[in-house]
């Protein structure tokens, strides 16, 4: 048995649109965000999951709760945050073309990829003992997904952060792991 994840991402905040890196700030949904949390629940309506998780992070609850709201009781999770890019958080993302150096060491007041990895680690175990054999959903932010590509399908660091669907533009209703 095993635990079936679907992992959603939030939609575009105000900051998303001025090509901002939020990280720990909170910025809110734009509209075009908010269109797109809608839409996220008519695409997966059909699906049925015991839980469904999101990060504390506003942009989180709001995607979460208009796309899986009005069918579940949507469980905040701060283990689930976008990773803190300290010095950067509201800043432009163009320091995101060297992220692969912030794997080991935190960004100047905030946090490393191993530091967000050790959060979903903790968060898969608590899956595994509460939701084992069953689908849930997550709705969350990038680095999270990030972390799921290295804990759960084996990848690098490297790997996950030159392979991420933001690369492409190819986002999708939902990406799909196994937790065993």
């Known amino acids: 048995m095993t635990v079936k994840i679907t992992y959603f991402v939030h939609g575009t905040t105000t900051d998303n649109e001025k090509d901002l890196a939020s990280g720990w700030a909170d910025p809110k949904l734009s509209p075009l965000g908010i269109n797109q949390a809608k839409e996220l629940g008519k695409l997966v309506a059909a699906k049925k999951f015991a839980a469904v998780f999101c990060s504390d992070l506003q942009r989180a609850i709001d995607s979460a709760n208009l796309a899986f709201g009005q069918n579940y009781t949507v469980m905040v999770d701060k283990r689930l945050r976008e990773i803190n890019y300290g010095d950067w958080n509201q800043k432009p993302h163009d320091f995101k073309n060297n992220l692969t150096d912030y794997i080991n060491k935190p960004f ?22 509460k939701y084992f054999g069953q689908n849930v959903a997550i709705v969350a932010h990038q680095a999270p997904q990030l972390a799921l590509e290295v804990l759960l399908n084996k990848k690098t660091w490297e790997q996950a952060i030159a392979t991420g669907w933001r690369n492409k533009n190819a986002w999708q209703p939902g990406w799909k792991y196994i937790l065993e």
């Open 108 to 129: 100047a007041n905030g946090e490393s990829y191993l530091a967000v990895q050790n959060r979903i680690a903790d968060f898969l175990k608590f899956l595994n003992t």
